[in-house]
């Protein structure tokens, strides 16, 4: 069974700063995919970064950047130069590569942006 | 185009009451998700369709819980004998056959309250 761990319940940093969002996965497949998503007070769920685990190339998305390392099963998540409206649950998410199948997700990181 | 909709927004329904949430997921997506995210987790997984049929409802926490899909489009969650466990917010998502990305696109949720 696949599991997917986040040990930061809440992080806050000040505006401009950059923050590194922690995440672990457990998995015997081979091949799946990786996400995080931001769900703000709005409870919509937004795909923030997408990483394929056949590709060793770090998924980058503007601001936003993963540093995947598959042998450690870690996913972490570096947000640079953030922002008031970076405020946000973060879920880290798995799924089966190439199957339309259910994503499992961690807890959540409760992350503050401070003015 | 439009995103996944789904209504209502808030569901306030007393103990033992029968529910229904509603699904409209994004045009031509054939696959369809449902999720539930109790207060303070990441969703977790209920039951996935593609096309009319339940391809895996392995998340169905137990026989009160049940889902239909009979035109392949629109989802019906529906709940019996509700229990105060049963206040979360459900989610709904839905992904295009064929893609290769197993993106799936999140509405906004019901939040349901059993009082």
């Known amino acids: 069974a696949q599991t997917v761990t986040q040990s930061q319940p809440e992080m806050s940093v000040q505006e401009a700063e950059t923050v590194t969002l922690s995440c672990t996965y457990d998995t015997s497949e081979s091949n799946y995919y990786l996400f995080w998503y931001k769900q703000p007070p709005s409870r919509q769920m937004i795909l923030v970064i997408r990483q394929e685990a056949y590709k060793q190339q770090n998924a980058t998305e503007n601001r936003f950047s993963v540093n995947f390392q598959k042998a450690a099963k870690s996913f972490s998540l570096k947000i640079s130069d953030s922002q008031l409206g970076d405020t946000a649950m973060y879920f880290c998410?798995?799924?089966?590569?190439?199957?339309?199948?259910?994503?499992?997700f961690g807890k959540g990181t409760r992350l503050h942006i401070l003015p | 185009g439009a995103g996944v909709s789904q209504t209502p927004s808030n569901k306030v329904t007393e103990k033992g009451k029968y529910v229904e949430l509603r699904c409209d997921p994004i045009?031509?997506?054939?696959?369809l998700y449902w999720y539930r995210q109790s207060l303070g987790q990441g969703p977790e997984f209920l039951i996935y369709f593609q096309g009319t049929g339940a391809a895996d409802d392995s998340g169905l926490p137990n026989d009160r819980f049940f889902a239909v899909r009979p035109e392949g489009s629109v989802s019906t969650l529906k709940i019996q004998r509700t229990e105060r466990g049963d206040s979360a917010v459900y989610l709904c998502a839905s992904s295009s056959l064929g893609t290769h990305y197993g993106e799936q696109y999140f509405g906004p949720g019901t939040r349901l309250t059993v009082t």
């Open positions: 045009s031509g997506h054939t696959a």
């Open positions: 998410a798995f799924t089966l590569l190439n199957r339309d199948d259910k994503i499992i």
